[in-house]
């Protein structure tokens, strides 16, 4: 686009069109780790997420009260608190800490979407299931995940979108994502007003894709 043109999307000091329209690519360079932090993380946390909530649906309370007290205190600590934990407190390297983090903290909120939706499915399910002579693993497999899991496909839709905005807190490690790479460009230019309304288009526009993109699974689930 012609720089002449750009600048009539200007705003004086305010935003700056030619800058914010000429640092999208720059920008986007880091949208590959963003979106792997998003998909390695919110992966580990729906695993680690279905394991707690079994264990809070235990009757063992070895496995019960570990399980919530671990759920309550990761609702509780903002995301920031522990991936500097996380990175300074154990010294770990800057992507694992990130992943790390980013997973635990998910998979306490996505815990309680699969408690939500578990107890949500019609109690005959589970005793038509055992009635039938199939173990516990089967029945949850087999008979009530596929179930719950539509049922909370929305809730964990929220949860994903949380955690592809939190994605940009992995800059304050150094991770090179989009929004380090925003920052970057911001104080080369000492225009950070312009680079970060770009930032909130962007992942905007990703966010909205996702949601796109859930309404379609909803759909094809039902």
């Known amino acids: 686009m012609h720089l002449s043109i750009l600048n009539y999307f200007s705003i004086p000091n305010f935003f700056n069109a030619p800058l ?14 963003s979106l792997y932090l998003t998909a390695i993380s919110f992966i580990g946390a729906l695993i680690l997420g279905l394991f707690l909530t079994l264990a ?44 790390i983090a980013f997973t635990i903290n998910c998979s306490a909120f996505v815990s309680e979407v ?18 039938l002579g199939l173990p516990y693993r089967t029945v949850i497999a087999k008979v009530i995940f596929p179930q719950a899991f539509r049922i909370a496909i929305p809730a964990l839709g929220n949860i994903l979108l949380d955690l592809f905005k939190s994605t940009s807190l992995a800059a304050m490690i150094t991770v090179s994502e989009m929004f380090m ?42």
């Not at 914010?20 to 780790?33: D, E, R, V, W």
């Not at 699969?114 to 009635?131: H, L, T």
């Not at 007003?193 to 039902?222: D, K, R």
Request: aromatic share 18%; proline share 4%; hydrophobic share 55%.
């Open 20 to 33: 914010a329209f000429h640092s999208i690519p720059k920008i986007l360079a880091g949208f590959p780790m």
């Open 56 to 99: 809070q649906m235990s009757h063992f309370k070895l496995l019960h009260w570990p399980a919530r007290a671990f759920i309550s205190f990761m609702r509780g600590v903002p995301m920031l608190v522990l991936l500097f934990i996380i990175y300074f407190g154990f010294g770990a390297n800057a992507l694992p800490a990130a992943v």
């Open 114 to 131: 699969f408690r939500s939706s578990f107890s949500a499915v019609d109690r005959g399910q589970w005793e038509a299931a055992y009635s």
């Open 181 to 222: 790479d925003a920052k970057i460009i911001a104080g080369a230019y000492q225009d950070y007003m312009s680079i970060y309304i770009v930032m909130a288009i962007i992942y905007w526009f990703f966010c909205w894709l996702m949601t796109v993109g859930q309404t379609q699974l909803e759909h094809a689930l039902t």
